[in-house]
Nanobody, 125 residues
Framework: QVQLVESGGGLVQAGGSLRLSCAAS????????MGWFRQAPGKEREFVAG????????GYADSVKGRFTISRDNAKNMVYLQMNSQNSDDTAVYYC??????????????????WGQGTQVTVSS
């Protein structure tokens, strides 16, 4: 059983930056691909970014490509999401997720087995 705890959310002005962190425990971290999803009020949860177990492969939603960067530190069991040039469309609850290495794509929620509780990100215009 993997536990995921997100941190780093908050209020930021449009054009600003935030860095989200996710601490993982309870499993062998390198057995898991990791991802970030978000859910805005009244909308479905959507994929933001994913990273393979080794960190050698990453993927992004078109809406964040070039602005957000996902990374991981396997020595610390941590995954990060650096968010730059934020706009109001980035306002959402952000969730960290872990998916056991099994050949599943990390671009969709079906590729993940464990979820964090989420952290709120609000971008003011």
């Amino acid at each position: 059983q993997v536990q995921l705890v997100e941190s780093g959310g908050g209020l930021v002005q449009a054009g600003g930056s935030l860095r989200l962190s996710c601490a993982a425990s309870g499993g062998t971290f390198t057995m898991y691909n990791m991802g970030w999803f978000r859910q805005a009020p009244g909308k479905e949860r959507e994929f933001v970014a994913g990273i393979s177990w080794s960190g050698g492969s990453t993927g992004y939603a078109d809406s964040v490509k070039g602005r957000f960067t996902i990374s991981r530190d396997n020595a610390k069991n941590m995954v990060y999401l650096q968010m730059n040039s934020q706009n109001s469309d980035d306002t959402a609850v952000y969730y960290c997720a872990a998916g056991l290495r099994s050949g599943r794509s990390y671009y969709t929620s079906v590729g993940y087995d464990y979820w964090g509780q989420g952290t709120q990100v609000t971008v003011s215009s």
